[in-house]
């Protein structure tokens, strides 16, 4: 028998412990994980000495092809492949028009999935796609159970803004949800006080005035509510991008046994505070917004604790000029991160804050394929797919947005020095990005059809 290929001399990280072994691939496939004279011969061999062996990172929360970002599938996932992640989970919302660029009212989740699906053929990684819930209609109901049976398994819904959900619908959807084993996602913020305290605020022309728009207490407020209505029926609650202190502690006060309420917080939020509005203006903004320095301590106890048990990206990108060219309140939402947040969570929490490897893996890799239903992802074991990150932990380097694969022509991180940097990137075991450089043909990735994940205790 003689194998694809066979990467030695590295380190291996899983979620649980790190040790020298070699990593036999075969058909896209992991199928021995030993020493190397142990394996069969192989027709390719890539010499990991000195490097980490990490899964390849399994992003949630990626915005691509939608309308808040100018990725399209080839830029972003380019970008993804260059920083090591291998999955992605887009959003495919309700009624969005991508070719026109319009909101209709009688669009359905199934038309945007399709239009989605129709748009994936150039993707580098591979991508799956939550429907976003975006309008009070009684016909979502009935196309829940296929788009979950399709492999479609967790739906977003949103508290805030003009596509936000009365309590009631939502309540209505967790009792669905409940039934099919799906995941409702929930961006809370409370809608009247972010709409108060936005009118109020317009007076000040400077976007440090954007924080306090849309308060913590906003945010752990609806936090509170939607995570009451999935308890009541006993449906997968997931509270996206979390920011504060104040709803940590609302999903650590519901989360009693670490079943069926869980939650993520992203790279930004575990990098920078509300003071990087004075520097950046518009750039940094994203919602909710960055917070205060003791926010940032609360999410690092969160994720220590497992309140917080995913690490995202919840990349959204847009130009420089787009970004800048509003008021701070007309300002697209959202900064770029795919191609750069692996290293710089890396850097932040495994360099500055003494988290393990394996704290690394389970955060940004394992716990996000087991919550989202992608079995065959997010760890290096005999029958997964060898979707695989040859990391140096040692290596230190600049970040600059010239370096960007996404459309994104700016990085808050501009010019930060990180320690930690991805160095190939292996999709089912085919090199699909090679120190930064994209070396697969846009198309090697595949639509991530998902499982209905279960979920154990953590």
């Known amino acids: 028998m003689e194998l694809d290929t066979i990467i030695t001399g590295g380190t291996i990280v899983t979620g649980q412990s790190m040790f020298d072994a070699a990593v036999a691939i075969d058909d896209g496939t992991v199928v021995d994980v030993g020493s190397e004279r142990s ?255 003791e926010d940032i301590e609360a999410l690092y106890d969160g994720l220590r604790d497992g309140t917080l048990t995913i690490v995202s990206s919840d990349h959204v990108a847009a130009t420089r000029e787009r970004k800048e060219q509003d008021d701070w309140w007309d300002s697209p939402k959202g900064v770029n991160s795919l191609q750069t947040g692996l290293s710089v969570f890396h850097d932040e929490a495994v360099i500055q804050r003494d988290f393990s490897y394996p704290d690394l893996v389970r955060l940004k890799c394992e716990r996000p394929a087991q919550t989202f239903g992608m079995p065959m992802k997010g760890r290096i074991e005999p029958g997964a797919d060898a979707d695989i990150v040859l990391f140096d932990p040692d290596e230190t380097y600049s970040v600059s947005a010239a370096e960007n694969h996404s459309k994104a022509d700016f990085s808050i991180y501009e010019g930060r020095e990180l320690t930690g940097r991805v160095k190939k990137t292996l999709l089912r075991g085919k090199l699909v990005a090679d120190n930064g450089e994209i070396v697969a043909d846009p198309g090697h990735g595949e639509l991530l059809a998902r499982t209905v994940p279960r979920w154990s205790h953590d």
């Open 39 to 293: 394996l069969p011969e192989a027709d390719r061999r890539i010499d990991a000495t000195g490097l980490l062996v990490l899964p390849g990172v399994v992003d949630p929360h990626v915005h691509l092809a939608g309308y808040n970002s100018v990725d399209s599938y080839e830029s972003g996932t380019a970008a993804a492949a260059a920083g090591g992640v291998t999955s992605v989970v887009n959003f495919a919302w309700q009624g969005f028009q991508e070719e026109t660029r319009d909101w209709c009212d009688d669009g359905t989740l199934t038309e945007a999935v399709d239009r989605h699906r129709e748009k994936m053929d150039s993707v580098l990684v591979d991508a799956g796609l939550h429907p976003v819930i975006t309008s009070e209609d009684p016909a979502v109901f009935d196309e829940l159970p296929a788009l979950v049976e399709a492999g479609f398994p967790s739906f977003k819904m949103f508290t805030t803004d003009s596509i936000r959900l009365s309590h009631g619908f939502m309540e209505q959807l967790f009792d669905q949800f409940a039934s099919l084993g799906a995941v409702g996602m929930v961006h809370t913020e409370d809608h009247s006080v972010c709409e108060r305290r936005t009118q109020e605020l317009k007076e000040s022309p400077s976007p440090t005035a954007y924080s306090a728009s849309r308060p913590p207490h906003s945010e752990a407020m609806a936090a509170d509510s939607a995570v009451r209505l999935a308890l009541e029926a006993d449906a997968k609650y997931y509270g996206v991008h979390t920011t504060s202190g104040a709803a940590t502690d609302v999903i650590r006060s519901h989360k009693r046994d670490g079943s069926n309420v869980r939650a993520e917080t992203c790279t930004h939020y575990t990098v920078f505070d509300e003071r990087v509005y004075e520097r950046l203006g518009n750039l940094a903004i994203m919602a909710p917004p960055l917070r205060e320095p």
